[in-house]
């Protein structure tokens, strides 16, 4: 029965549950939760992805919007649903998602995530710098989420091939103040919209 359930589960049906979120939940933690559970339950059905991006067996490198929701977010509306299909080493930059709070998964491949924090002297370092405070790898199924402001930079760590990666943004990026730090001269700078 439950594989029943899991199989003829479907990207509609996952965007009404994740707008039920947004309508029955003010708490953001409790909604990154929540929509976590509900990506897990999607990434689980198989096919539906190369279906929606009509993927080829290999390439189809760039990222492509799934869905757009103006009708629900947080802290604002338009939440967004996007798929990346991430080329061999393709990384980014230590970023925050501003004030939104941002949920990765993994269809197929594998991801490394690295989270980032600020230190200060006397929390030991010399000098006020983002520091590295933990990594793990996503593979097919694995989902996580980014609280507002949490810092984090990606890898794609799948050594010949691409990672499929989901991502809902609980507010889209684009329309979001953030930043993007670089931990080699410890500068940082708001990311371009
Ligand atoms: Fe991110």
Redesign the pocket.
Known sequence: MAQTQVASYTMEAFVEDVNNVFRNETDPHIQAKTVTAYLKKLLAVPGWLEEKLELEEEGGFGRFSLHLDEEAGHPGNGWWLMASVQKPGQD?LP???GVTW?V?GVYKGAIQQRKWRWAFPGEGVDKAQIVEHGRFIQEDGAVAY?MPGEI???LNVQEEGRSLVV?LESQKLDRVTRFQYNPEDGSMKVMDR
């Open positions: 980014n970023h925050d998602h941002v990765y980014f984090h930079d990606t991502r």
